[in-house]
């Protein structure tokens, strides 16, 4: 499974941004598909999850009514619409896939496949 993430880039605040993330390789009805973002010098942070039937949402806090995820099965691609950005959202942001197990949805663990990140950046 190779995971493809897209639609980073840099943005006013208060501005949106929908960043995408293709699957590829075998399929993975099951997984729980999820976001996390990693800022300069901070540990990498759940943002949103989503299972494949659109179950199982969870958003941090601060993403809380202004960023939505999804997924598109038919294409196999998770979402993540970005609404009313600041600058504390500026990070990389990885999604991840992965089978249901013992972790938490929200810890990284619970996730094996990782896509390269994609950067964003929101300009006061």
């Known amino acids: 499974v190779q995971l493809q993430a897209s639609g980073g880039g840099l943005v006013q605040v208060g501005g949106s941004l929908r960043l995408s993330c293709a699957a590829t390789?075998?399929?993975?009805?099951?997984?729980?598909m999820a976001w996390f973002r990693q800022a300069p010098g901070m540990e990498r942070d759940v943002v949103a999850t989503i299972n494949r039937n659109g179950g199982s949402l969870f958003y941090a806090d601060s993403v809380k009514d202004r960023f939505t995820i999804s997924v598109d099965n038919a294409k196999d691609t998770v979402y993540l619409q970005m609404n009313s950005l600041k600058p504390e959202d500026t990070a990389l942001y990885y999604c991840a896939a992965g089978p249901p197990g013992p972790y938490s949805v929200r810890s990284g663990a619970a996730y094996r496949y990782w896509g390269q990140g994609t950067q964003v950046t929101v300009s006061s």
């Open positions: 390789g075998r399929a993975f009805s099951a997984y729980v």
